[in-house]
């Protein structure tokens, strides 16, 4: 490990906000990648049980 | 005659059969479907991995710092943001020929994650910029042609909204994707043809590495972690709009039936 302390980690000799904005915006735009394709199914999914629930409903 | 006829066969016949069976969203719904949970898994593990290495083990650089840590998540992003290009100019010409609906979907998702991955490269390069060259932003050759391939990637997402429902709205974008390929080579050799701020390559797979190897082993893990990203987030982009273009048909039925 190249830092002695916690704070040293998060401080990187004073270039810490540069890497850390780097990195969480990294972190912030690949998750948004998967959870928009896998909220769409999700809300797809749920609006058809919906429609298929509704259709059974009109039948009986 | 016999091999002049078994060819043509081949080119006009079987080739293109193949293809469209290949093609069919159907077929790779389902096969990607049995796929997507081991590379969800294993693209996230690589990353978290990289990220991890890079971040707490890595060595800081003698001149640059620690910023130098950012190059583990700006370099492999610039990478995909043109190798996602390359794939979605692939699907472009698939499309183009052969008609292969599969191809348009697979165009569509590519433009989309495209915008992500090179609004990324360029973000993640602002920020290093900063501590490094003393600026966010140059009018460089690179940066200058990375910048169009964001427009491009924006251009393809934007084209197909204008024309959304309009018969040749697939064709329309294949053909803008195509165009915008020229782009890709100016990208690469920008840093060779002008005299620019940014550094040349240094990360290759052909080449011997250029940096000690303790930083060359986190990047190229980086590098792969981003590469199965992509194909993962592209894949589950596909399955949904898959869904939602074919739902009015029985697999569709019988799939939303089986959950």
């Not at chain 2, 077929?27 to 294993?42: D, I, Q």
């Not at chain 2, 064709?171 to 390929?181: E, K, T, Y």
């Not at chain 2, 990208?187 to 550094?199: A, E, G, N, R």
Request: charged share 15%.
């Amino acid at each position: 490990m190249k830092f002695d302390s916690l704070v040293a980690f998060v401080q990187m000799d004073g270039q810490g906000l540069y890497v850390w904005a780097a990195y969480g915006i990294t972190c912030l735009l690949l998750a948004m990648n998967l959870w928009i394709p896998a909220i769409r199914q999700l809300r797809f999914i749920r609006r058809h049980k919906r429609d298929a629930q509704s259709a059974q409903d009109r039948q009986e | 005659m016999l091999l002049v006829n078994s060819v043509k066969q081949f080119v006009t016949r079987r080739l293109p059969d193949a293809l469209h069976r290949l093609g069919s969203p159907r077929l790779f719904f389902e096969t990607s479907g049995r796929w997507l949970p081991w590379l969800l898994a294993l693209s996230v593990g690589l990353l978290l991995l990289g990220a991890i290495w890079a971040l707490l083990f890595a060595p800081a650089d003698y001149q640059q710092g620690h910023s130098v840590r950012i190059m583990y998540i700006h370099v492999p992003a610039a990478i995909l943001a043109q190798s996602g290009y390359l794939m979605m100019a692939v699907a472009a010409t698939v499309f183009l020929v052969w008609r292969i609906k599969l191809a348009d979907i697979a165009m569509q998702s590519a433009a989309a994650l495209g915008i992500s991955i090179t609004f990324l490269a360029l973000v993640t390069g602002a920020i290093w910029g900063k501590p490094t060259w003393g600026t966010w932003w140059v009018w460089d050759a690179r940066l200058t042609s990375t910048l169009v391939l964001f427009f491009l990637y924006i251009g393809m997402i934007a084209l197909r909204a204008a024309m959304a429902h309009r018969a040749g709205v697939g064709r329309a974008c294949a053909v803008l994707a195509l165009v915008g390929l020229v782009n890709l080579p100016i990208i690469k050799y920008s840093v060779d043809w002008w005299y620019t701020l940014h550094q040349p390559a240094s990360f290759s797979l052909s080449r011997a590495p250029t940096m000690p190897l303790e930083m060359w082993l986190p990047l190229l893990v980086m590098v792969l972690a981003y590469y199965l990203f992509f194909f993962t987030a592209w894949i589950m982009r596909i399955r949904q709009l898959i869904l939602v273009r074919e739902k009015d048909t029985d697999w569709v039925r019988q799939w939303l039936a089986s959950l």
